[in-house]
Each structure stands twice: as structure tokens, then as C-alpha cells.
């Protein structure tokens, strides 16, 4: 196993990138260069490409390859997800969850993980162990912008990166949460998009996106 390449970055540097980080399920690993090089373009550098398809560990290898991008793997469950990941160019690593072997294992290889927590005792778990960057994920099936704003008033010392069912109707209200600093979803990228090769219209979704206040 390698080690990312970018030591000095941390997940809250990546979620101070840009208001969004691209939630990418990539079903063609053809298509991962010009797909990362619209989003890139259109101002979001960060992108997360799940591991949830045959082709993604050869999506995050190609989409390392564009300049001015920020690759990392999203779905992580396991160590071996995780050095797999690393193998590929990740640089970053999402999770829905948290667990020890999990945590452990990208502590150990120095990977910057944003560990998903849904509630104040997960998220008070995590800050016990020194993290203070997390996903709020499934952030509108857990009660949407006002339970993170709930669970953030007795915790002000985290930061959340708001997942799940985050669209751009709904962006705004948790952009201008004090304890956010930026929001994951797959709408900059959809999938009758991808599958036209319409990069321009993903380039400008992703301008759009990156312009949103916070």
C-alpha cells in the first residue's frame, strides 16, 4: 500500500474548497476523465466517487490524473476499502458511518477521513477521538438543515459536510448553518448527463454550485 499523496490535507481544508463536493457513482470508467475535468472547471475540486460500482477504483485512478482535482473514495466500510482506495489515488476518504477498524485503518496510512455521523452521540464519539469535521449523513432522512442545527448548538465545536437527499432546492438552508462549511450531493452531476457526454451542462451545474453563499 501507497500513501496519499497530498500529507498536508485535511477534511476540513477539502470542505472549505468549495460549497459542494460531488457525490459521483461512476458506471463507466471512460467517461471519469471528462467528468472530473467539468467539475473541475466549473469550480469544485473536491469530488467523492463511491465505491459502489465495479469501475469506481478505476474512476478515482483516472480522475487523479486531472489537474486541479481532489480525488477521494466515498462508501468506505473496511480497511481493505481503504487501501484499496489509496492504491487508486485517493486522497481523501468518505464514510457513512464510523467504526474503529475503520478509523484505525485510515489513521494508519494517514488518509483524511470525513466519518458520517447521525446523531449527538455519534458525533460526540468522533470528537472524542479528535475529529471535528463530519458528515451529517442521511442528512434530510435525519431531519433535514433543522436537526443539524439542533444537534450543533450544544456541540459548536464540530463542523458538518451535510449528505444525503441534498439537492439544490434544499442546499441553501444548510449552507447557512453556522456549523456547516459544505454540502455533498450527485445533483451537479446526473446521470442522463453523463450518459450524453453533455460535460458543458455539468460544467455548469458545477459553476452554479460553486457560486451558492455560505
Given at each position: 500500500m501507497i500513501t496519499p499523496k497530498d500529507a498536508s490535507l485535511s477534511n476540513e481544508k477539502l470542505c472549505r474548497m468549495a460549497p459542494v463536493i460531488p457525490v459521483l457513482v461512476v458506471e463507466d470508467a471512460a467517461k471519469a476523465a471528462p467528468l472530473a475535468q467539468a467539475l473541475v472547471k466549473g469550480g469544485l475540486p473536491a469530488l467523492e466517487v463511491t465505491l459502489r460500482t465495479p469501475c469506481a477504483l478505476e474512476a478515482i485512478a483516472e480522475m487523479a490524473k486531472v489537474e486541479g482535482g481532489i480525488v477521494g473514495a466515498g462508501t468506505l466500510l473496511t480497511p481493505a476499502d481503504v487501501h484499496a482506495a489509496i492504491d487508486a489515488g485517493a486522497t481523501f476518504g468518505v464514510s457513512p458511518g464510523a467504526t474503529d477498524r475503520l478509523l484505525d485503518a485510515c489513521e494508519e496510512a494517514g488518509l483524511p477521513l470525513l466519518p458520517g455521523a447521525a446523531t449527538s452521540s455519534e458525533a460526540m464519539r468522533l470528537y472524542e477521538r479528535g475529529y471535528t469535521m463530519l458528515k451529517f449523513f442521511p442528512a434530510e432522512a435525519n431531519g433535514g438543515a433543522p436537526a443539524l442545527k439542533a444537534i450543533g448548538a450544544p456541540l459548536p465545536q464540530l463542523k458538518f459536510c451535510p449528505?444525503?437527499?441534498?439537492?439544490?432546492?434544499?442546499?441553501?438552508?444548510?449552507?447557512?448553518?453556522?456549523?456547516?462549511?459544505?454540502?455533498?450531493?450527485?445533483?451537479?452531476?446526473?446521470?442522463?448527463?453523463?450518459?450524453?457526454?453533455?460535460?458543458?451542462?455539468?460544467?455548469?451545474?458545477?459553476?452554479?454550485?460553486?457560486?451558492?453563499?455560505?
Open positions: 449528505t444525503g437527499g441534498v439537492s439544490m432546492k434544499n442546499v441553501g438552508d444548510y449552507l447557512k448553518l453556522s456549523n456547516v462549511l459544505c454540502c455533498g450531493g450527485s445533483w451537479v452531476a446526473p446521470k442522463d448527463m453523463v450518459n450524453v457526454d453533455d460535460w458543458a451542462g455539468i460544467e455548469a451545474l458545477a459553476a452554479e454550485a460553486a457560486a451558492l453563499p455560505r
